[in-house]
Each structure stands twice: as structure tokens, then as C-alpha cells.
């Protein structure tokens, strides 16, 4: 099995910025590609930001020029560095793997909560 950790989150004012961890452990023989997703109240989850094994990165519009999603050296971890944060940033953010160990399966952190005050 993988496992997937978070950290970072936190209470902070608007116009803050945090910066979000991920660690992939367990069975990995390789991870194709990491993301960030976020779920506020009463909405559904959507995609953040996704980084490839090859370095590109995809991001959702409204986070296009605050966030930047980054791999770590060892490879299983990656980062979500969030600037000029707004209320509307508000949610649980959660990191999920794209990996190859028994089988190609995508894998879930448990959240880490981020709130934005005004």
C-alpha cells in the first residue's frame, strides 16, 4: 500500500502565503505524476495543480500566478507554495499520486486544512 502525508496548513490572513508538503511512502516503484486538490464546503473537489514525472505542471485558472506546485529532490514528495492567498482559497486541500507499485493506481493524503480570513 502507499500512503500519502500532508502538512502546512493553517489559519493565515488574506494576502499570506503557505507552503503545502506531500510524502508518498510504502510500495512505489514509481510515481508518474503528484497533485494538489482542494474541496471547499459545500462544493465539489477540484484539481489545483498537477506536476509529471517529466516536470510540467498544469494549473487551475484561478491559482495561475499565485501557486507554483514543485517536486522534491527525492522525487516522492512534492510542495504547493501558495501566495497572495484570498478567502476564496479557503478549503481542504488534498495530495494525490499517480503510482506504479502492485498496479497503476491513484493514491489519497488524508487533508490538510487551509482557511483564509479576510
Known amino acids: 500500500q502507499v500512503q500519502l502525508v500532508e502538512s502546512g496548513g493553517d489559519l493565515v490572513q488574506a494576502g499570506g502565503s503557505l507552503r503545502l508538503s506531500c510524502v508518498a511512502s510504502?510500495?512505489?516503484?514509481?510515481?508518474?505524476?503528484m497533485a494538489w486538490h482542494r474541496r471547499a464546503p459545500g462544493k465539489e473537489r477540484e484539481l489545483v495543480a498537477r506536476?509529471?514525472?517529466?516536470?510540467?505542471?498544469n494549473y487551475e485558472d484561478s491559482v495561475k500566478g499565485r501557486f507554483t506546485i514543485s517536486r522534491g529532490n527525492a522525487k516522492n514528495t512534492v510542495y504547493l507554495q501558495m501566495d497572495s492567498l484570498k478567502p476564496e482559497d479557503t478549503a481542504v486541500y488534498y495530495c494525490?499520486?499517480?503510482?506504479?507499485?502492485?498496479?497503476?493506481?491513484?493514491?489519497w493524503g488524508q487533508g490538510t486544512q487551509v482557511t483564509v480570513s479576510s
Open positions: 494525490n499520486a499517480d503510482v506504479l507499485g502492485t498496479g497503476r493506481r491513484n493514491y
Open positions: 506536476i509529471t514525472s517529466g516536470g510540467s505542471t
Open positions: 510504502g510500495s512505489i516503484f514509481s510515481i508518474f505524476s
